[in-house]
């Protein structure tokens, strides 16, 4: 089984990932995790012990990629 990652540890990589396009790309939050959740772009990968949701990289990854550019936008950051 892949590794799965809760939402702090999902928000860490999300962030690292926007940086490596932009020095100045915004933090992804734990809360923005969960809007991705609610958004439909991040499926549930399996709970931990205490029922918290856990994500699959290549989910996170997708999840990344899809809301990338608007939050680009919202930091000045103009993409095409």
């Known amino acids: 089984m892949s590794q ?3 939402g702090a540890q999902a928000a860490e990589l999300a962030t690292a990932w926007r940086r490596t396009v932009s020095a100045t790309a915004a ?3 734990r809360p923005a995790i969960c809007n ?8 549930v990968a399996g709970l931990d012990e205490h029922g918290r949701p856990l994500y699959a990289l290549a989910d ?3 999840a ?3 809301t990338r550019p608007r939050a680009l936008r919202l930091v000045g950051i103009v993409t095409q």
């Open 4 to 6: 799965l990652y809760n």
């Open 27 to 29: 933090a992804v939050t």
């Open 36 to 43: 991705w959740r609610a958004r439909g772009h991040l499926p």
């Open 60 to 62: 996170l990854a997708r």
């Open 64 to 66: 990344e990629h899809a």
